[in-house]
């Protein structure tokens, strides 16, 4: 539990300050309210909903990676849940009727909250439909008797290769970049020996689903073999390629994984090298990504 919360930690911290803040406040220009005075259907109502908000704020730590979307989401039901505890403080503290300052608290935040929620959702939607677009194509490729990884929901070597060859006429007829992506987990052998091949399956899994959430849906991502994952990048520029590669390196280098046996986090980084098509057959475009990527992985040892 405590590993869910520490990506948010400074989040929480904020939130939990301003509602105590508010309670202050409200304890400091106000007057407690005798029980008699209490409306227990408003009391219910609007605490309930505050109480739900943080539900669903757990919910949202819970089952999502830290990242854009996330902070989306935990924002808006923050400013949603302040706007509900506000509104539940007037059950039980009378201010002064010459403040108005409490109808600001009460409902400024809700509709930045309901904004912000609304583009976490959008965006959150779009995750989806990237994910269902790849599981489009392995359904695609399973009626048509293609090969896929059985591990992971994306397409074999054997699979990039026949895409490969049918972008690169596509993309030379219409004169459009294409690039390709090698990603390499580092140091994904000593996962195997400290905790054994099945929790490095695991890793391999979770990485994979990362990667689709990253990634645009006319992108396609293969895993080439063992740790290593190409994603095939059409109407992309060299440039554009790099810019996509830094940003998965970010998202597997903030990814909490942890192990289902010992419950311990995995530190996860990464490799990548960008190499953009020309006029030359797949297997000297691989090649050409596969040495980029040993350069890559050369370099960084030098640096460790």
């Given at each position: 539990?405590?590993?869910?919360?520490?990506?948010?930690?400074?989040?929480?911290?904020?939130?939990?300050?301003?509602?105590?803040?508010?309670?202050?406040?409200?304890?400091?220009?106000?007057?407690?309210?005798?029980?008699?005075?209490?409306?227990?259907?408003?009391?219910?109502?609007e605490g309930g909903s505050a109480l739900l908000a943080l539900v669903w704020l757990a919910l949202v730590m819970k089952s999502r990676p830290a990242g854009r979307v996330t902070n989306y989401l935990m924002l808006g039901l923050s400013c949603i849940f302040f706007s509900w505890w506000i509104d539940s403080l007037d059950e039980f503290i009378h201010l002064p009727d010459t403040l108005t300052w409490d109808h600001w608290l009460e409902s400024g935040p809700m509709p930045v909250g309901m904004i912000l929620l609304t583009i976490g959702i959008y965006h959150w939607h779009r995750e989806q439909l990237a994910i269902s677009s790849q599981m489009e194509k392995r359904e695609r490729l399973f009626r048509e008797h293609r090969l896929f990884d059985k591990l992971t929901p994306l397409g074999s070597a054997d699979h990039l290769k026949r895409e490969l060859d049918a972008s690169l006429v596509e993309s030379q007829s219409q004169q459009q970049p294409l690039s390709l992506l090698a990603l390499d987990l580092d140091s994904f052998a000593s996962i195997n020996q400290a905790f054994g091949h099945a929790e490095g399956d695991a890793v391999l899994q979770a990485i994979s689903h990362l990667l689709l959430l990253n990634l645009r849906r006319q992108d396609l991502l293969c895993r080439l073999a063992g740790d290593r994952f190409v994603v095939l990048l059409p109407n992309t520029g060299e440039n554009q390629a790099r810019l996509v590669a830094q940003e998965l390196q970010q998202a597997v280098h903030g990814l909490a994984h942890k192990t289902r046996q010992h419950g311990e986090r995995v530190q996860l980084s990464a490799s990548t090298a960008v190499v953009m098509a020309m006029n030359e057959s797949t297997e000297v475009l691989l090649k050409r990504l596969n040495m980029a990527l040993a350069r890559s992985k050369q370099t960084l040892s030098k640096i460790a």
């Open positions: 539990m405590f590993t869910v919360l520490k990506p948010h930690r400074w989040k929480l911290g904020v939130l939990l300050l301003a509602a105590n803040l508010g309670l202050l406040v409200y304890l400091a220009f106000g007057d407690i309210k005798p029980v008699s005075e209490w409306v227990w259907l408003d009391i219910v109502g």
